[in-house]
């Protein structure tokens, strides 16, 4: 799987747009970019996937750059529950047989009243 | 409310004692997986089942071994804990279709071996 470069932590203010930014420039072309989040001491919480084209669902957004070698998560209204640790991953999304999720160490996101 | 549940939520064992953590899913999924996690780092992968009677090995197993009961559960022994094994441990399940879906994790199980 691509290795991923994400900064450590991010602070944005309360109903403002949280954008965390993922470098992934090893990325092939069939391996999907995957979004979780870990708040606290919770289990890891599935938010977004995409493989090129941009996405969004009821929780976030999804930009990935034409190249595919970077990707930003967008919060477009961040609340204090969006506080965590947030993981973007990179995997092959077609290749059963690779089941090795890596989670590395993510971006702390605190979310500032 | 449907997803992954994960018994007990918080454990201290002795070294030496053994243990086994449960992990039922009621989404029907194939696939299950467990993973530890230590302070301040990602997740590790310590074993998988694609499905009802197959294991494989991920990235940690030493010192674990899994029972995939049923379709449902998949439970991860510690034989002989040893304080390198104090973590939170997750279990997740996955879709099989499409295969580039997410992953549910259940709530985790505190492990403290002393």
């Known amino acids: 799987d691509a290795k991923t470069t994400q900064p450590t932590s991010m602070d944005c203010a309360e109903g403002r747009a949280a954008n965390l930014p993922c470098n992934h420039s090893?990325?092939?072309?069939?391996?999907?970019v995957y979004w979780y989040r870990q708040i606290h001491s919770q289990g890891p919480q599935y938010i977004i996937h995409?493989?090129?084209n941009n996405e969004t669902n009821e929780m976030a957004s999804l930009i990935i750059t034409e190249d595919r070698k970077s990707s930003t998560l967008i919060l477009p209204h961040a609340t204090l529950r969006d506080t965590a640790v947030y993981y973007c991953?990179?995997?092959?999304?077609?290749?059963?047989?690779?089941?090795?999720?890596?989670f590395g160490t993510g971006t702390r996101l605190t979310i500032i009243p | 409310n449907a997803g992954v549940t994960q018994t007990p939520k918080f454990q201290v064992l002795k070294t030496g004692q053994s243990m086994t953590l449960q992990c039922a899913q009621d989404m029907n999924h194939n696939s299950m997986y467990w993973y530890r996690q230590d302070p301040g780092m990602g997740l590790r992968l310590i074993y998988y089942?694609?499905?009802?009677?197959?294991?494989d090995k991920g990235e940690v197993p030493n010192g674990y071994n899994v029972s995939r009961l049923n379709k449902r559960e998949f439970s991860l022994r510690l034989e002989s804990a040893a304080p390198s094994q104090t973590s939170v441990y997750f279990c997740?399940?996955?879709?099989?279709?499409?295969?580039?879906?997410?992953?549910?994790f259940g709530s985790g199980t505190r492990l403290t071996v002393v």
């Open positions: 991953i990179v995997r092959g999304g077609l290749d059963f047989g690779n089941e090795k999720l890596t």
């Open positions: 995409g493989l090129k």
């Open positions: 089942s694609a499905s009802e009677g197959t294991t």
């Open positions: 090893t990325i092939s072309g069939n391996e999907y």
């Open positions: 997740a399940s996955r879709r099989d279709r499409p295969y580039n879906y997410g992953y549910t």
